[in-house]
């Protein structure tokens, strides 16, 4: 079974959060067949964090997560934060394979994006 | 002149303000005659700032000053931290045209954009 958890920072302000989550619906809605369960978690101020994603995860029966993390730059939350988290989820579930992806702001078609969306909104 | 400024949070850590530094330099070198100038500014932790960016622009003669915000979330930084300085920034300089453009987390593609840096890293 395999499953998409995207992770986001989390914010204070609730509206910010209910935008990850909305984000994560829509992800949902154009995968089709590609992942068997989609999810959102929050790294910080908001639930549910990524450890009660991946438990709840697990739970649902995935043997394979790919975690996207939806940052923009690669701090201190990409290079420490997530990866603790994934190497005790690798402990605490041996026969689940995980991975991480490069997070949302290393893609190559940013520069076009920038100047697209600066030119339409 | 036409002036792009890309505002991003601005980090404890160096290399992902550099990260913010080179892409604006990417974003640069494709967008060819668009704008007459293409800067880079910091909200926190780093700078340029925002309005010191300002200030650099409308000294290399800007009229017209789009200010496009690095960010996934429309939280607070957004909603009022960018729209005080703008207002500050519209006061200093009158005769400028300031445009403050949807974040890069809005744009509509973004549930197939994070599909397919899923698939690929």
Do not use: W
Request: with cysteine; glycine share 4%; hydrophobic share 40%.
């Amino acid at each position: 079974m395999k499953t998409l958890i995207i992770i986001a920072h989390g914010s204070r302000r609730e509206e910010s959060n209910i935008e990850v989550k909305e984000l994560t619906e829509k992800v949902k809605g154009l995968a089709d067949s590609e992942y068997d369960y989609i999810a959102h978690a929050y790294l910080e101020m908001a639930e549910p964090s990524l450890t009660q994603a991946i438990d709840n995860c697990i739970n649902n029966g995935a043997k394979n997560i790919t975690v996207f993390p939806y940052f923009l730059n690669s701090g201190k939350h990409l290079k420490r934060d997530i990866p603790e988290i994934i190497i005790a989820s690798e402990k605490k579930y041996p026969d689940c394979i995980f991975r991480v992806t490069a997070c949302i702001g290393m893609i190559e078609d940013m520069p076009r994006l920038i100047l697209e969306q600066a030119r339409s909104n």
